[in-house]
Structures are given as structure tokens and as C-alpha cells.
């Protein structure tokens, strides 16, 4: 009885005659190098196509559909991210998580290998992205060690934990096994090719129409923001939808350890930080490009995120002729974000904390608060202004909220609108028409 051809759809890593052609490609590419040195990845894609092609030809394993994925499988294996760049192609996820599966310390050997991914905030396994049974620790490390050479950066077993990008900017973290217990682990935030808009974090839930105009007038005004959240909670969205109400003509700079930002004006310089390399030379920091920037004229700054010793540079920028400018910062809430920022900023100077205080409450007016809530969902759950003419002290009464969600009730519940909406007409903001019906319509829906 002829043996049943695969199809698409049924080509999977561990099929025998899969195995065998892996085989038959290794010893391909391995001539093929020996004869006319390292190929192109395209050449070695083309390699791969036209062996299982010949195979196929010779033995009619499987039919068309069949013979381009597994094209494609053994391609990704080779040139791309193993079974990992399946779900890129994919599109639509927001983060690809691959686990350990569990290694066997006297054989080396992992078991099966849990993948999830995140759509809209939700974790969905999927079984059918699958490892090589008898290589999936070693097909791992691979794929680490592959995003670690596009990086020019070192992963080893004494350097074994990887941050790094891809080529789309999605950014990478890896640590490898035996740091990593149950076997080598790989979390990639997938860089969204589309730009949010504000109007779709409307649509989403994650602010209302007059939360929007809120920010617009507050950047418009050229206030100096921070939104706090944690991992995963939509900071950087955020950052970039605020970005699109900068006006046109101004000069924006934008610092980032790796490029997130995706920002609509023309007079616009993205720089992003760089690791040392190998030899521990060519290291670019974020408070050595948030120096650079000072001395570049921006309008405005946009740094990805604060964590560490450039906080001191972003203070000083926001006090400095550049307000209006953004960052984000891990924090559960307003109340946390200036003692956090305190911190940051000694890392790199022993400054008194009064004089940290002091110069946090000349330079920041307002914390956007954002947040994973139930089901994934991320939400605004506070808009905080800076009380006029305070001194920090770590006081969590430093910010006055506007607008806070309450998740008992569901609800937003607004404040009194700031006195300063009443001076948006003489910036030529809002008319004064519009500020009353703004008024008016917060205090209907509060």
C-alpha cells in the first residue's frame, strides 16, 4: 500500500521522513559551504527548497502543499527561529512565550515544550508548534545563540541570560538552561508593525472621549508626562498615541534600549541604546544619548522608559527648555512614582533626597496610570495632576487625581476639572466654547 503523502498542515518536525530530509539538508549545506564558503540565508533558503523538491520528485512523499511546508520548516530551522518564526508569520500576537519542558539531567534531553502566546492579553497555548523531540534543548539554545549573533552580543553558560531584539524590533529575553531550571527559556514582546491610534483605545476601553481630550490638552500645553504601569500594561501604546498629538512642526527626539516607538511627525530622531559587544567594547547607554540630546535642540524628548541612572538627565531636560516631553516608568501608581524616581536617580548621583524632591516636583505634572485588568484588558485607571507649588516628599497626596477608575462600581469617576482648562482658549488650545462643553460634560458623566 503506497504510504500516505503529507499534506499542509500535517508536516511536523518529528515525522521520520522529516528527520531523514534534515539530514539530507545538513550534509547539503555542509558541501555547499566546504565548496564556496558561508551562503546567504536566501541562498540556503533556495538550497533547502530544491532538495525537498528532488527528494519529493524521487519519492512522492508528499504533495504540493505538503513539500512547501516542510520547505519552510527546515528553512526556519536554518536561517530563521526554528518553530518560533512560524508564529511571527503569523502576526497579531503580542508576546511569544516558550518555556522549558522539563530536562533530564542524565541524558540532557527535554520533554515536550510548552509554548503560549498572548493575543489581546489573553495566554493561549499552542500545541501545535512543536520541537524536535530527541534535539528541543539543543534546537532552543540555537535559536538563542542565532538572535544573540544579530546582535553582536555573547550568550553562553557564563553569560547566559540574552537581551536582545529582532529584526523587526521585537524585543528578546532569554535565559539559557541550567540557569533556567526546567530548560532554556524565550520571551519575545512582538513589535506591532501597525501604530495605535487613540481612537482605538477608545474603541477598546482603555480611556473615554473626554480622557482623550484631557491628554491632548495637557500635551498641547506642553505638561511633562509619565505613564506608570507594569509589565505588559500598555506603557509604550500609550507613549505613542500621546505622540500624535505633538504638533507638526516641532522637533522631536526620541531614546529607547530598542525601537517601539512609532512616531507620524517628519522631524523626528529615533536612538536606541546598544549593549557592549563581545569584547565588552561599543556600549551606548540611554544617559549617554539623553546627553547627546540635550545639545540636538528637540522640542521635545521621548524617553522609552526610566530605570536607572539617566532619570537625573530626564529631570534636568524637563526643566530645561524641553518641556513637554515623555517617559514611561514602572510603578502601581502615582503615589509610587516619586519615590521610585528618587531611587532611579541615585543610582547615579548621591544627591540628598530633598533636593531629588525638589527638582521631581519643579519638572513632572502628570502621571497617566495604566493597567492589566480582569481579562487582560489594559485601562487608564488614573490621570493624577501635580498639586501647583508642592515639594515632593514622597507624599502620596504630591498628585491630586482628575479622572480615576473604580473597579467596583466600573466606572470612571471624575474630579473637579484643573483651573488651568480655563487658559487653553489664550494658548489657542480649545476655544472657550469648547472648554464649557467639556465642563459641562465631564460634570454630566462623572
Not at 528553512?75 to 502576526?91: C, K
Not at 540555537?142 to 547566559?160: G, L, Q
Request: hydrophobic share 40%.
Amino acid at each position: 500500500m503506497p504510504e500516505h503523502k503529507m499534506t499542509a498542515g500535517e508536516a511536523g518536525p518529528n515525522d521520520p521522513r522529516v528527520k531523514a530530509l534534515r539530514e539530507r539538508v545538513k550534509e547539503e549545506l555542509a558541501a555547499q559551504t566546504a565548496a564556496t564558503g558561508n551562503a546567504s540565508p536566501d541562498a540556503i533558503r533556495a538550497m533547502i527548497a530544491e532538495t525537498v523538491a528532488t527528494v519529493n520528485r524521487a519519492t512522492g512523499f508528499a504533495d504540493e502543499g505538503g513539500e512547501a511546508e516542510i520547505a519552510q520548516m527546515l528553512a526556519d530551522d536554518y536561517v530563521g527561529l526554528g518553530p518560533i518564526e512560524r508564529l511571527i508569520r503569523e502576526g497579531g500576537h503580542s508576546e511569544i512565550m516558550v518555556n522549558g519542558g522539563g530536562v533530564d539531567r542524565a541524558t540532557g534531553r527535554e520533554g515536550a515544550v510548552p509554548v503560549y502566546v498572548e493575543d489581546e492579553g489573553v495566554l493561549t497555548p499552542r500545541p501545535d508548534v512543536v520541537f524536535d523531540d530527541e534535539d528541543a534543548a539543543g534546537q532552543k539554545r540555537r535559536i538563542v545563540e542565532r538572535i544573540a549573533s544579530m546582535n553582536d552580543i555573547v550568550v553562553n553558560d557564563e553569560m547566559p541570560i540574552l537581551d536582545a531584539s529582532l529584526y523587526d524590533g521585537s524585543r528578546v529575553h532569554a535565559v539559557l538552561y541550567p540557569v533556567s531550571d526546567f530548560g532554556t527559556t524565550i520571551d519575545i514582546r512582538v513589535f506591532s508593525k501597525e501604530k495605535m491610534t487613540i481612537d482605538q483605545l477608545i474603541r477598546f476601553g482603555t480611556l473615554t472621549p473626554n480622557m482623550a481630550r484631557t491628554l491632548k490638552a495637557l500635551v498641547l500645553a506642553r505638561c511633562n508626562i509619565i505613564v506608570s504601569g507594569g509589565t505588559g500594561s500598555g506603557k509604550t501604546t500609550m507613549l505613542n498615541c500621546l505622540s500624535e498629538f505633538f504638533p507638526a512642526n516641532e522637533r522631536i527626539d526620541t531614546i529607547e534600549d530598542t525601537r517601539e516607538l512609532q512616531l507620524k511627525q517628519r522631524h523626528w530622531n529615533a536612538y536606541h541604546s546598544r549593549r557592549a559587544n563581545g569584547e565588552g567594547a561599543g556600549e551606548i547607554t540611554i544617559r549617554q544619548l539623553l546627553q547627546g540630546s540635550l545639545r540636538n535642540r528637540p522640542d521635545r524628548i521621548v524617553v522609552g522608559e526610566c530605570r536607572g541612572e539617566e532619570t537625573l538627565e530626564m529631570l534636568q531636560a524637563m526643566q530645561s527648555g524641553h518641556d513637554g516631553s515623555l517617559t514611561t516608568l514602572h510603578a502601581n501608581g502615582p503615589e509610587e512614582v516619586v519615590p521610585r524616581l528618587v531611587m532611579m536617580v541615585r543610582y547615579g548621583m548621591e544627591l540628598p533626597v530633598e533636593i531629588i524632591e525638589t527638582q521631581i516636583a519643579s519638572a513632572l505634572d502628570l502621571v497617566v496610570q495604566q493597567d492589566r485588568v480582569g481579562g487582560g484588558k489594559r485601562r487608564i485607571t488614573q490621570i493624577a495632576m501635580r498639586h501647583v507649588g508642592s515639594r515632593a516628599g514622597g507624599s502620596a497626596g504630591f498628585f491630586t487625581p482628575i479622572v480615576r477608575w473604580d473597579r467596583r462600581a466600573g466606572a470612571y469617576f471624575w474630579g473637579a476639572l484643573p483651573d488651568w482648562i480655563d487658559d487653553l482658549p489664550y494658548l489657542g488650545i480649545a476655544s472657550a466654547e469648547e472648554v464649557e462643553a467639556w465642563r459641562h460634560s465631564v460634570q454630566c458623566c462623572s
